[in-house]
């Protein structure tokens, strides 16, 4: 059974924005690390929108930094689901579009052998959470304080009880935070 994990970069104050963090090569290798052991990543409109305006253009014209340029090559090869009542269609490379979150449709994702899947939208991280399917949450905390933004866990009603599995520091002062919800009993 694959894993669903909620992976994402944040401030010390619990802000996404991808703005106020500058992942430096040891993050970016960090994430291909964890590209490479997933099969599937899910996204929401806004952030596939904000990654596909970027990275296939890296693909196509190289930066010369080489963990940002393997990033791009792992995630323009990686299956992509995209949710959004919105968008019509998408156009990067392996993605599909759903029109809404099924819990069935992901619990049969998750059945399925293969790599762990990805969920790396802050909106779609609070449904997954909403709906149980979290298996394990990465938050890479940076050393920023953004003072406002899109908190991550702003949506999120219920209490949710979380056992640390590892934790990583690198060189930025980024600390990596792992977690499993811990089984209500």
């Given at each position: ?149 899109l908190a991550l866990f702003a949506h999120i009603d219920d209490r949710i009880e979380l056992k640390l599995l590892r934790t990583k520091t690198f060189s930025s002062g980024a600390i990596l935070l792992c977690y499993e919800p811990k089984l209500r009993e």
């Amino acid at each position: 059974m694959r894993k669903l994990i909620a992976g994402i970069n944040m401030t010390l104050d619990g802000f996404c924005d991808h703005t106020a963090i500058n992942p430096d090569d040891e993050i970016h290798e960090h994430y291909n690390g964890l590209l490479r052991n997933s099969g599937t990543l899910l996204y929401g409109r806004i952030t596939y929108q904000l990654m596909e305006s970027y990275w296939p253009s890296v693909v196509k014209n190289p930066s010369g930094n080489a963990p940002m340029d393997e990033f791009a090559l792992i995630i323009d090869n990686i299956e992509k689901i995209v949710f959004s009542r919105t968008l019509q269609h998408v156009d990067w490379n392996n993605s599909i579009l759903k029109n809404q979150v099924i819990k069935d449709e992901i619990l049969e994702l998750k059945r399925q052998t293969g790599k762990d899947m990805l969920v790396g939208s802050p909106s779609l991280i609070i449904t997954m959470i909403r709906l149980g399917l979290v298996d394990e949450f990465q938050l890479m905390v940076h050393p920023v304080v953004a003072g406002s933004g899109l908190a991550l866990f702003a949506h999120i009603d219920d209490r949710i009880e979380l056992k640390l599995l590892r934790t990583k520091t690198f060189s930025s002062g980024a600390i990596l935070l792992c977690y499993e919800p811990k089984l209500r009993e």
